[in-house]
């Protein structure tokens, strides 16, 4: 897989997209792993830091409604 910046190898891909990443272009962002409540009902989440992200594809907020999907 080539670097989607710049067409050299990459070194990894898009946590988000897929996009492959050489290290001059790789960006790094959290990534949630899980969204849960807990005792008190508080929202939390479980969060990697510093995941490989291409720098180019924006990742939603939050959850996305999928109206057509049974």
Do not use: Y
């Amino acid at each position: 897989m080539e670097c989607w910046h710049c067409s050299r190898p990459s070194h990894g891909t898009c946590r988000f997209c897929g996009r492959g990443v050489c290290r001059d272009h790789a960006q790094k962002m959290p990534f949630i792993l899980e969204i849960f409540k807990d005792k008190e009902g508080q929202n939390k989440a479980v969060v990697v830091d510093d995941t490989l992200w291409c720098g180019i594809c924006k990742p939603k907020e939050a959850p996305v409604v999928l109206k057509d999907l049974e």
